[in-house]
């Protein structure tokens, strides 16, 4: 029997969107009913590009559009937060991009709002679907590593430009927001294998010269329940890309080259007794594994490995890491139009107010 398409709106007309959406719901056989933007020309490129079926007139309404069954969130940090709990309240499903808001507050009301709708909420942390994810805990499952004794993550970028939305502060930018809770949610997920979840001990880090408050670059150091320890890294300064994230344990290590990007590398290099092996799991998109994993949530009630109370935790972990490391909290957005027209309690506006389509 064939399965329905999801029905998805995608909010904005950001570049991304074309590996993290576009391609997965084409390989999934979905339809990408509506697109909208700010700049409603951009939606219609994006449209035209993509094989969107209509642009809608602005956010709000194709939030409220009865044919879109999930709405898909790929915009700036601050954003995530306002227009996921809008989507919620319109009893959608959602799949946003990372984070899932801008502080563990806002995160918490995601979370209740999701609970509230009884509908499928989840933080675009794809890399976990991917066999090179899968092969890291393979390989702590199976016992060939032995224990679980240290984890390293880091993930770095070479410098966007001055004005690009990730060193907004308003808009909840920095290295650890973008990039760094990548490493964080991967040493979340090692929590099987090490007695528990990691708790933070200590984190560092820099501040983007002409963003006050912006985090170029940060270290956080963890410790496990069972004794073993963690490092996450990020960097949005860095000579060169790097996304590797290495395990160790007693009898052997692993390293996944690229575990955010495995369609780029897709190798894992295994030192064990047996002595040193490559394996290659396949470039096949993470965000192709992602979407099929949602989309068996959503139609047939598969299990999902992420929901709104991950994406909690994960969002209480950052802001422990910015208090530590001396930075401020991300400031709320000022939250949108209501669906329906009318304006949303202003929860705390905590900065300067970004300007909100």
Known sequence: MTKEPLRIGVLG??????LSMVGPARAGGHRLVAVAARDRRRAEDFAAAHGV??????????????EIDVVYNPLANGLHGPWNLAALQAAKHVLTEKPSASDA?????????????????????????HPVTRR??????????????HVEAMVAMPAPPDGDIRWSLPLAGGALMDLGCYGLHALRMLAPWAGGPPRLVTARGGERAGADGVDEWLHADLEFPGGAT???NCHMAYDT????????????????????????????????AAGERTEELGRRSSYTFQLEAFAAHVRDGAPLALDAEDALTT???????YQTAGFPPRPRTVPPL??????????RATGPRAAVP
Do not use: K
């Open 13 to 18: 007309a950001a570049r991304i969107a074309g």
């Open 53 to 66: 079926e209509r642009v809608a007139g602005s956010y709000a309404e194709l939030i409220a559009d009865p």
């Open 105 to 129: 507050e806002e995160a918490a009301e995601v979370r209740d709002a999701a609970a509230t709708a009884g509908t499928a909420f989840m933080e675009g942390f794809h890399y976990l679907f």
């Open 136 to 149: 890291l805990h393979e390989l702590l499952a199976s016992g060939e590593l032995g224990d679980l004794r």
């Open 230 to 232: 963690g490092t996450a």
């Open 241 to 272: 890309w790097q996304m590797s994230c290495r395990v160790v344990g007693t009898r052997g290590e692993a390293t996944a080259m690229n575990f955010v990007q495995p369609h780029l590398d897709d190798r894992v290099v295994v030192r064990a």
């Open 315 to 321: 969002m209480r972990l950052i802001e422990e890491c």
């Open 338 to 347: 209501a669906v329906h027209g009318r304006r949303r309690s202003r929860a």
